[in-house]
């Protein structure tokens, strides 16, 4: 179909892949954990730049086929959207590839064409079968176990419609002004906590202001780095980097798959034209 069609099906845990076998020849003595944070750093750097080159590519070609998001796009789309890293950014492409697909299919909906269980599943497994038994594990290994055997999110937040990638958190509830309604509001409070700590758009957040972090190299200047307190309240979530790579690899699989179903169809299309 296009140049871009190999690199876009071309799955992002290929990154992963390469570095464990570029760490294979390390021993994982504690001598070699001074590498451990260039290394996680570099590969989350490397997976955060394929996937924004992989959001302007399913772009690209999208505006190849629609004449009118091809307007739209390059006159204000394509700038507004920067470096294709913010959440909001990949949600865009994601609602205009579906917009695309149902050009031609009104009725497509994705969670008719999209297996969510299966795909966080095999996203999981892969994940684990790559890192298993490595060097880059032994660094982490509380991390891995954890992201491994415990539930940090669930397949109902992966695209809960056409219109969101991720499931939306909401805001949480306000504190009430008298003590009349503050069994309501702790009850309501513990809800927004469960969600937030399965909800992926907040995930992904917090990998963002990391990769800002480390891209632009802020920790050297920054004044207000996190106090004691805070990070003694850190647990094996936070700054998971195994939970980052499975966020960025969802995110991936749904573009595979939904890109599959606009290449059959652009296809199509142009069989019958023909």
């Known amino acids: 179909m296009t140049k ?5 099906l071309t799955p992002i845990t290929l990154l992963l892949e390469e570095a464990v076998l570029a760490t294979t020849g390390m021993s994982d003595g504690i001598h070699s954990f001074a590498l451990s944070d260039y290394i996680f750093q570099s590969v989350l750097l490397k997976m955060a730049g394929f996937q924004e080159q992989k959001m302007k590519c399913i772009s690209w070609d999208i505006a190849t086929h629609d004449f009118e998001f091809r307007f739209a796009w390059l006159d204000h789309g394509h700038k507004s959207q920067g470096t294709y890293s913010t959440y909001e950014s990949k949600n865009y492409v994601y609602k205009e590839l579906i917009k695309a697909i ?3 299919n009104e009725e497509f909906i994705i969670n008719n064409s999209i297996e969510r269980d299966s795909i966080l599943r095999e996203v999981i497994d892969k994940i684990e079968c790559i890192f298993v038994n490595s060097s880059i594990v032994s660094w982490r290994q509380r991390h891995f176990d954890y992201f491994t055997k415990y539930k940090w999110t669930q397949s109902e937040e992966i695209t809960p419609s056409n219109e969101d990638l991720f499931s939306k958190l909401g805001k949480p509830p306000k504190e009430p002004k008298n003590e009349n309604g503050q069994k309501n509001y702790e009850k309501e409070l513990a809800k927004y906590s469960l969600k937030k700590n399965i909800n992926l758009v907040d995930k992904y957040k917090a990998f963002y202001s990391f ?5 632009h190299n ?12 805070i990070l003694s309240k850190e647990n ?6 195994f939970i980052w790579f499975a966020v960025l690899t969802i995110i991936d699989e749904v573009f595979m798959k939904l890109y599959s179903i606009y290449v059959d169809i652009v296809e199509e299309q142009s069989e019958f034209n023909y």
Request: glycine letters at 0%.
């Open 236 to 241: 094996d979530e936070s700054r998971n980097y």
């Open 4 to 8: 871009h069609k190999k690199f876009i």
């Open 218 to 229: 802020t920790k050297s200047y920054q004044q207000n780095l996190p106090i004691l307190n």
């Open 211 to 215: 990769r800002n972090q480390i891209a």
């Open 102 to 104: 149902q050009a031609v």
